[in-house]
């Protein structure tokens, strides 16, 4: 079989996130970060989780200019997608991984 190295491996992840449109994403993601246990968490499952979050949060930080598309496209096709899912989370991938800003106290 064919193997597939960490260097395809995030690009691959990207695609299939913009492809699959995964409903509250980033929050079952601050879900899974706030709730874990991490003793029960394999390296290998760290490494998939760790990709997942390095994926949204390239998709979250694009730009027109970062994929040579005129800005005001860009804009517009975002606004388009913003609007469609507005029912979205507004949680920052930052939390997820780690950072105590805007973090909810127990």
Same mark, same amino acid.
């Given at each position: 079989g064919m193997t597939v190295t960490g260097n395809e %491996? *995030?690009?691959l992840v990207i695609y299939l996130i913009l492809k699959s449109d995964v409903p509250l994403l980033i929050m079952n993601l601050e879900y899974i970060y706030m709730y874990r246990f991490p003793g029960l968490m394999t390296s290998e499952e760290e490494y998939y989780f760790s &990709? *997942? !979050? $390095? $994926?949204?949060? %390239?998709?979250? +930080? *694009? #730009?027109?200019?970062?994929l040579d598309i005129d800005s005001a496209v860009f804009d517009s096709h975002m606004a388009t997608f913003y609007a469609a899912h #507005?029912? &979205?989370s507004t949680i920052t991938p930052a939390? !997820? !991984?780690? #950072?105590? $800003?805007?973090? +909810? +106290? +127990?």
């Open positions: %491996f *995030l690009p &990709t *997942l !979050v $390095a $994926a949204v949060e %390239f998709i979250q +930080k *694009l #730009s027109g200019a970062d #507005s029912h &979205t939390i !997820v !991984v780690g #950072s105590t $800003a805007g973090a +909810k +106290k +127990k």
